[in-house]
């Protein structure tokens, strides 16, 4: 069964990167200090994972939905270096809701961490990697995007995204993610 994802476009394509057009949605986020995307995914998952499993006021399951968001707040990144990590950063963790729902007609969570919030990403440059939210995989994607990026004189806003779409028990070498970066106005 496939996962309910953010409606987009493919603006255009260039071998293993894409810019995307998202629509808005509805996404439940939490922060979290954490010392790596990895550590992050997992204990924000637990916190949102709860809340969709009926973890909220009106004890309500929610549909699972993809993907799994992860933003970092301070992390420093060096373009001929991994990324480092400095202590005490922390990261945004977030679920898309499913469409169904709106900021009113949300569940009201027991967590007070859980906030909700509408997102608008607009237009993305995306490239797609397999594996583990390591800090290679993540370093390698922001470089070779940044590369393109720079290459085709977009200009970027905002901090970058990381994304996960599969279940943790699918083998890693399956697993589909992905590093977004937002790009400022729309492509020519």
Do not use: C
């Given at each position: 069964?496939?996962?309910?994802?953010?409606?987009?476009?493919?603006?255009?394509?260039?071998?293993?990167?894409?810019?995307?057009?998202?629509?808005?949605?509805?996404?439940?986020?939490?922060?979290?200090?954490?010392?790596?995307?990895?550590?992050?995914?997992?204990?924000?998952?637990?916190?949102?994972?709860?809340?969709?499993?009926?973890?909220?006021?009106?004890?309500h399951k929610i549909g699972m939905t993809a993907p799994v968001a992860i933003?970092?707040?301070?992390?420093?990144?060096?373009?001929?270096?991994?990324?480092?990590?400095?202590?005490?950063?922390?990261?945004?963790?977030?679920?898309?809701?499913?469409?169904?729902?709106?900021?009113?007609?949300?569940?009201?969570?027991?967590?007070?961490?859980?906030?909700?919030?509408?997102?608008?990403?607009?237009?993305?440059?995306?490239?797609?990697?397999?594996?583990?939210?390591?800090?290679?995989?993540?370093?390698?994607?922001?470089?070779?995007?940044?590369?393109?990026?720079?290459?085709?004189?977009?200009?970027?806003?905002?901090?970058?995204?990381?994304?996960?779409?599969?279940?943790?028990?699918?083998?890693?070498?399956?697993?589909?993610?992905?590093?977004?970066?937002?790009?400022?106005?729309?492509?020519?």
């Amino acid at each position: 069964m496939a996962l309910e994802t953010p409606d987009y476009k493919v603006l255009r394509k260039s071998g293993n990167i894409e810019l995307r057009g998202y629509d808005d949605f509805i996404s439940a986020q939490v922060k979290v200090g954490s010392r790596d995307h990895r550590e992050a995914a997992e204990a924000g998952f637990r916190i949102l994972a709860a809340y969709i499993f009926g973890d909220n006021v009106s004890s309500h399951k929610i549909g699972m939905t993809a993907p799994v968001a992860i933003e970092g707040s301070s992390e420093r990144i060096e373009m001929t270096a991994p990324v480092t990590v400095e202590g005490g950063d922390e990261y945004t963790v977030s679920f898309v809701m499913p469409r169904r729902y709106d900021l009113d007609t949300l569940p009201k969570p027991n967590d007070s961490r859980i906030t909700f919030s509408k997102t608008h990403l607009g237009t993305v440059a995306v490239i797609r990697f397999s594996g583990f939210f390591s800090a290679s995989n993540i370093s390698k994607g922001i470089e070779e995007l940044r590369k393109w990026i720079r290459k085709e004189k977009l200009e970027t806003k905002g901090e970058y995204i990381v994304a996960g779409y599969d279940p943790p028990y699918k083998p890693w070498f399956l697993k589909r993610n992905e590093v977004l970066i937002r790009i400022v106005g729309e492509p020519d």
